[in-house]
């Protein structure tokens, strides 16, 4: 029989690990969907628009299982907790000014990311977050299908595209990084089995990036990040823009925040 | 004035039979695991003309004896974890279920087992096609749903050629079977968009018949 909570030794770790990924998912859906109604073609409108309500969906049902052992409901961890306890990487909370590579580029790295984060967990000894997992990188597989074919697309397109494409994938390099910050405990998650370990996770993020960057014809540096960098979005510290982003998509919530909806 | 009594008697007399009756009898028979499949079979899912017991999505139904009446417990499979028509779903349920006697009913969405095109009925099958919606036939055995290894494998690939007629095409799609336009029966037909209108369809394009199509997403 399965246990319907974890071992209470990790759940503060699976808690903080959790919500990386599910504030990921949060903050990367809500900015996607500004493409809503604006993309350049009638099926990226509905391509952007569905990967928004994925990733919506995604972290609606992380919060939710969250909410099984945390004290608080899953609205009230998606939209009321103060920016410093917010977990997403900066990648997340860049806004793309409606430049369509920035946008695709944004795409590409979170979700090959999200990929190899979601094999971690697939392999979860808890039953919950095993099933949730495995549901959630059947849909991943199309999300990083679609950023794929838009690198080629754009990368084999012309001197325009492809300038902006490599501009684009230039700029979010750096902060694409960010998402490998460690969340605190991982070690004991994984000697828990509560999450796999995988040890050459950026190794082969790069070489998933890689592949597709030659098929476009375009550039990659990525580099990992130092373990002495500074923190970051996962302990909270974040970029200038994510106030913008974090007020806007709570304001809803913040004008009643014990109203039942 | 006997006259009188008697029908005052008799009525007394009904009223005391009424009130000594256990109360679930005059709100409806006894629930039935058959009778609550029934239900939920007349259940269409809110986005598609199929019934939610023929898209495979009750996972389980649960009937508990309370002293104030029968509660039914229905565990549900989302077909995708964001779909929007959730609430909608579990409303449906609840309205239906305690119009047929239900005294309480609680929906649960579980992702144990994970939904997979695998699971709809060959009734549902037909009703999707006959409505223009293709079915994969062996849904589900070259899709991501059951295993995280089967998850890692591309779904599609970025298109390296032209797409020929249908000139938005952005993948090569990764089927594990050819797939069939539910309007003219031809296998001659491209991936057009991965997104259709609902989170579960896709949309291909017919080269034969030069319609566009759905299809249940081969998850
Ligand atoms: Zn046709």
Redesign the interface.
């Known amino acids: 029989m399965s246990a319907a909570t974890p071992p209470p030794a990790v759940i503060p770790a699976l808690t903080e690990y959790l919500l990386a990924l599910a504030d990921d998912k949060f903050f990367l859906g809500h900015l996607d969907s500004d493409w809503t109604g604006l993309a350049p ?1 009638l ?1 990226e409108d ?2 952007f ?3 928004s ?6 972290a ?2 992380i919060y939710q299982l969250i909410a099984t052992w945390d004290g608080r409901s899953a609205d009230r961890i998606a939209f009321g907790r103060a920016p410093g306890q917010y977990r997403c990487a900066s990648i997340t909370t860049i806004e793309d000014d409606f430049d369509w590579a920035t946008a695709i580029a944004r795409r590409w790295f979170c979700d090959h990311f999200d ?1 190899l984060r ?2 971690r967990l ?2 979860s000894n808890f ?2 977050l ?13 999300h ?3 950023s ?6 754009l990368g084999k397109g012309n001197a325009d595209s492809r300038g902006r494409l490599q501009a684009a994938v230039d700029r979010l390099s750096t902060p694409a990084a960010d998402l490998f910050e460690p969340t605190p405990g991982v070690s004991d998650l994984e000697a828990a089995g509560v999450i796999l370990s995988d040890p050459r996770m950026f190794e082969r993020w790069k070489e998933s990036l890689e592949r ?1 960057a030659a ?2 014809g375009i550039s990659l540096r990525v580099s990992p990040r130092a373990a002495s960098a500074p923190p970051a979005g996962r302990a909270g510290r974040h970029q200038p823009g994510f106030a913008a982003v974090h007020a806007e998509l709570s304001e809803v919530f913040q004008l009643e925040p014990d109203a039942a909806w | 004035m006997r006259l009188l009594l008697q029908p005052d008697e008799t009525a007394k007399r009904r009223r005391n039979k009424q009130r000594g009756r256990p109360r679930r009898e005059r709100g409806a028979t006894m629930l039935t695991r058959d009778r609550v499949m029934n239900v939920l079979q007349g259940i269409d899912d809110p986005e598609m003309p199929i019934s939610i017991i023929e898209l495979g999505i009750v996972d389980d139904v649960r009937i508990e004896t309370r002293t104030d009446g029968d509660a039914v417990h229905v565990r549900l499979l989302p077909t ?5 028509a959730l609430d909608l779903l579990r409303e449906m349920v609840e309205e239906r279920l305690r119009a047929s006697g239900a005294q309480a009913v609680h929906v649960e969405f ?6 997979s095109v695998s699971r709809i009925s060959q009734a549902g099958r037909e009703r999707l096609e006959r409505f223009g919606i293709a079915v994969p036939q062996r849904g589900g055995q070259g ?6 290894q ?11 050629r032209s797409g020929g007629e249908d000139a ?1 095409a ?2 090569e799609a990764q089927e594990s079977e050819p797939v069939r336009c539910p309007l003219c029966g031809s296998e001659q037909t491209t991936l ?6 609902t ?1 579960c369809r896709s ?1 291909h394009y017919c080269a034969d018949c030069r319609n566009a199509f759905e299809r249940m ?1 081969d ?1």
Do not use: M, N
Not at chain 1, 53 to 58: A, K, L, N, V
Not at chain 1, 130 to 142: D, Q
Not at chain 2, 110 to 115: C, E, K, L, T
């Open positions: 073609l099926e509905i391509a628009s569905s990967l309500q994925d990733e919506i969906g995604h609606s049902a990929a979601l094999q697939c392999g039953a919950p095993k099933a949730l997992a495995t549901r959630i990188a059947a849909e991943e597989r199309i990083a299908a679609h794929d074919a838009w690198i080629v697309r597709v098929a476009g | 995708f974890v964001g779909c929007p579980v992702f144990d087992p994970p939904w899709g991501g749903a059951s295993t995280c089967a998850a890692s494998r591309p779904a599609l690939v970025p298109l390296s938005g952005l993948y057009h968009s991965p997104f259709g209108p989170r949309i997403k998850v």
